[in-house]
């Protein structure tokens, strides 16, 4: 039995849903989204609420009812408030420039990396750090995570890409060895 699943989905004011035959849409004041549901899957607006349907015997199907009513939320709360991540460029010489849809990060490699944002989402750059807004969630982490594949973080001087509460592990060097 899924306990995420299980949950009814509740709709805020100015969300309107739209539910036609395996195809969810929702819009709200940022903008709309849409997902298509699997085949064994079913959902059901009662009132102000959504509940996900589907047979509760099977594991398989139980884990996708799960997983549907996640993204099901994640598009209500995106399209409602917006999601937001934040990226922290650490290192000697490590620059951030956004100019429009594209960011050009110099991350120690010999030129610039440039990196083309997807269309719905944006990117703001003050101190060295990265802000992604969207209202897609699971674009906009998808994003972050190809940035931070630029120049990830390495252990022992902590110089790279990475989320602002992402911790780290140093490790001491060949110098701490010969003590």
Do not use: C, W
């Not at 409602?80 to 991540?85: H, R």
């Amino acid at each position: 039995m899924s306990r995420i699943g299980n949950k009814p989905i509740p709709i805020p004011n100015g969300v309107k849903i739209e539910l036609s035959g395996k195809a969810v849409r929702v819009t709200g004041a940022k903008g709309s989204l849409a997902h298509e549901l699997r085949p064994e899957i079913e959902v059901v607006e009662e009132g102000n609420v959504l509940l996900v349907k589907g047979d509760a015997s099977d594991t398989r199907i139980n884990a996708f009812r799960g997983m549907t009513r996640s993204l099901i939320n994640n598009m209500i709360v995106g399209t409602q408030q917006g999601f937001k991540k934040v990226l922290l460029v650490e290192g000697v010489g490590y620059r951030v420039n956004v100019t429009g849809n594209k960011i050009s990060l110099s991350v120690g490699y010999s030129n610039t990396v440039d990196f083309v944002l997807p269309a719905s989402v944006t990117a703001t750059s003050a101190n060295n750090q990265i802000v992604l807004e969207s209202i897609d969630k699971d674009l906009l982490g998808q994003t972050a995570a190809r940035i931070r594949a630029i120049r990830k973080p390495e252990p022992y001087k902590g110089k790279g890409i990475r989320y602002e509460n992402e911790y780290v592990a140093r490790k001491a060097g060949k110098a701490a060895g010969k003590k």
